[in-house]
């Protein structure tokens, strides 16, 4: 009877006591399934304020994108603008960068490739230069230098000098080129990419390839939310000649134009931004107007005599 009872007390245990198994597995399923136990979920998910999501983005095709742009390249055919300069001389390639005081000017560009910028301090002139497309001219009354260069040349810097900015540069920037489509060598590729916010596409134009290999010559950013070009990029012989940044766009005299162009020549070791407070666009500018002599009594740096 003893034993018995020993035998039906033992199955009654285990009818009450579940495996230890079984029992960490219950517990477990428990902890995981509440709520408060925060550390040990898999997955969180926030929701992104609506400033911060990505903006609507349209789509085109590559024959729009390249209608759109040679489009705006029509529009402005001159232009007048009222700006202030900000000048960065040097980079990490020269060991130490300089920044410049801020200068109030004027700027006359006209196509297809004439040019005029006159850069003031406190209504005193430190600046007057022309460009042709062919030849620039630079007056620096500080300095009593007068500089002329021809357009091609690849100019390092000198002592006698005293800026890297040429003319040319910035009609680059100001005065948009078209897409030429009849030249069938060319080879136009089209990417999306997308920083922050904005959505883009990204067109990009390879020259004939020679033993096999293209040369990137132009890439342009058209953000998509309102497909207008937003950046472009210039190459000579595969460098990198010119990054170009248009930004704040506003409805001026004559059109819609960007209020800030920012862009940096890596080859010459400098930057430069122009705000616009004022832009006439496609009015008349005569001859006259892009015409700059040598003042009397002024030094003259011929770079075409010595260009190094």
């Known amino acids: 009877m003893l034993r018995l009872g020993a035998f039906n007390l033992d199955l009654g245990l285990r009818r009450h006591l579940k495996p230890p198994a079984t029992a960490c597995l219950a517990i477990l399923f428990v902890v995981l399934a509440s709520s408060s136990c925060s550390w040990f979920r898999v997955k969180q998910t926030y929701r992104i304020p609506a400033s911060e999501q990505a903006l609507p983005a349209k789509t085109a095709s590559l024959e729009d994108l390249i209608r759109g742009i040679n489009q705006t390249a029509e529009k402005i055919q001159a232009i007048k603008l009222t700006v202030i300069y900000q000048l960065t001389g040097g980079s990490i390639n020269t060991g130490e960068i300089s920044n410049y005081r801020e200068t109030d000017g004027f700027v006359l560009a ?32 500080p300095k009593n230098k007068f500089i002329v260069g021809r357009n091609d040349q690849e100019i390092k810097g000198r002592k006698d000098v005293p800026i890297n900015l040429r003319p040319q540069h ?3 920037a100001l005065i948009i080129d078209p897409v030429t489509t009849d030249n069938e060598e060319n080879t136009r590729i089209l990417e999306e990419d997308q920083e922050g916010k904005h959505k883009y596409y990204v067109l990009s134009i390879v020259g ?6 293209g040369s990137l010559r132009r890439k342009m950013w058209i953000d998509r939310f309102d497909l207008r070009l937003v950046r472009q990029k210039l190459y000579e012989g595969g460098r990198m000649v010119s990054d170009i940044n248009y930004r704040e766009f506003k409805d001026f005299d004559g059109g819609d134009y960007p209020s800030v162009i920012d862009f940096t020549r890596p080859q010459e070791d400098y930057s430069l931004r122009i705000r616009i407070s004022k832009a006439v666009m496609n009015e008349a500018l005569r001859d006259d107007q892009f015409v700059l002599e040598q003042p009397d009594g002024t030094e003259l740096v011929d770079l075409t005599q010595n260009p190094q």
């Not at 004439?114 to 620039?136: C, E, H, N, P, T």
């Not at 004939?208 to 290999?213: D, N, R, Y």
């Open 170 to 172: 910035i009609f680059q």
């Open 110 to 141: 006209r196509g297809p490739s004439w040019i005029r910028l006159i850069g003031q301090a406190f209504k005193v002139k430190v600046f007057d230069m022309v460009s042709d497309g062919k030849q620039f001219r630079i007056y620096v009354p």
């Open 208 to 213: 004939p390839a020679k033993e096999g290999v």
